[in-house]
Nanobody
Framework: QVQLVESGGGLVQPGGSLRLSCAASGIIFSIYPMEWYRQSPGNQRELIATITNARVPNYADSVKGRFTISRDNAKKTLYLQMNSLKPEDTAVYYC?????????WGQGTQVTVSS
């Protein structure tokens, strides 16, 4: 059974940093692309970062240059390093995996950027 568990969210001031983690189980983690999404109130869930099994990243324009996606295949963990955070980054952040056409999501972790 696939499980994705996010952690690392919290309250941070504008300009601050956070690192999110997503621990995966039930899969051969190293062979699948992984993604981070976020959703703020009243908005659709937004894809913000992807990483291939070869560790090639890609970013939405809204986070490019500030966020870094990475993965530790030995630990079966996906990361999102978030720097220079802005109030508009406030959202629930989710890791995501699509496996044989089935969507898998974690429970989400809340990130609030506010002074």
């Amino acid at each position: 059974q696939v499980q994705l568990v996010e952690s690392g969210g919290g309250l941070v001031q504008p300009g601050g940093s956070l690192r999110l983690s997503c621990a995966a189980s039930g899969i051969i983690f190293s062979i699948y692309p992984m993604e981070w999404y976020r959703q703020s109130p009243g908005n659709q869930r937004e894809l913000i970062a992807t990483i291939t099994n070869a560790r090639v990243p890609n970013y939405a324009d809204s986070v490019k240059g500030r966020f870094t996606i990475s993965r530790d295949n030995a630990k079966k963990t996906l990361y999102l390093q978030m720097n220079s955070l802005k109030p508009e980054d406030t959202a629930v952040y989710y890791c995501h995996l699509q496996l044989f056409g089935v969507e898998h999501w974690g429970q989400g972790t809340q990130v609030t950027v506010s002074s």
